[in-house]
């Protein structure tokens, strides 16, 4: 199974500021995922980028492959303090994945 | 349709007891997912059941651990003569492997405290 592993693990901004995570695998993938978690329960897809994309945009989500390094990014722009949650990659390699510990990121009004 | 939902939402139970969670997935969703949360901590995987393959059980803890899912509907995870590190947010999750999406819902969790 393929595990990301996200960095930092904790990210404190103020309110406004963009925020930056980075996620490292280990193998090749078919396509990486990152799910945010709000309240300790279940998680929530966020955006899926493929082995062959490499940059990803959503809203104000931009997520980054760089397949070479095997990492990403997923960059929220003017950040909200809803987005106060911990987030996760996924990089999925055709089986199952395992989910790191996450970036737990506070938004500060 | 409706999204994977878990039961029940809260248990607490004494330790040596045995508890059963279940998870009804998304219909049509041939994979399905087990997870362990401890408090503040990440996910941790326990199992992965995809169609009618065997499942990847690499990820239980101990024999105490079990799980079963019958084709591709509800699925029940046993834990046996429970100890008070089991106490954690047990998460399920399904997924439509195939596609090449293979994105993941997740089920609100359960939520288990051993005393």
């Known amino acids: 199974s393929q595990q990301g592993e996200e960095d930092p693990q904790a990210l404190s901004i103020q309110e406004g500021e963009n925020a930056t995570m980075n996620c490292s695998y280990k193998?090749?993938?078919?396509?990486l995922q990152w799910y945010r978690q709000n309240s300790g329960r279940g998680l929530v897809h966020l955006i899926l980028i493929r082995s062959n994309e490499r940059e990803k945009h959503s809203g104000r989500l931009r997520v980054t492959l760089d397949t070479s390094k095997k990492s990403s990014s997923l960059l929220i722009t003017a950040s909200r303090a809803a987005d106060t949650a911990s987030y996760f990659c996924a990089p999925f390699s055709g089986q199952n994945f395992v989910f790191g510990p996450g970036t737990r990121l506070s938004v500060l009004p | 349709g409706a999204g994977v939902s878990q039961s029940p939402s809260n248990k607490v139970t004494e330790k040596g007891k045995d508890v059963e969670l279940r998870c009804d997935p998304i219909s049509g969703h041939t994979a399905l997912y087990w997870y362990r949360q401890r408090l503040g901590q990440g996910l941790e995987f326990l199992i992965y059941?995809?169609?009618?393959?065997?499942?990847?059980k690499s990820g239980l803890p101990s024999d105490r651990f079990s799980a079963e899912r019958t084709g591709e509907s509800v699925s029940t995870l046993t834990i046996q003569r429970t100890q008070q590190e089991d106490s954690a947010v047990y998460l399920c999750?399904?997924?439509?492997?195939?596609?090449?999406?293979?994105?993941?819902?997740f089920g609100p969790g359960t939520r288990l405290l051993v005393l």
């Open positions: 059941f995809q169609g009618n393959s065997a499942p990847d």
């Open positions: 193998t090749s993938i078919n396509n």
């Open positions: 999750a399904s997924s439509f492997v195939g596609r090449g999406q293979e994105t993941q819902y």
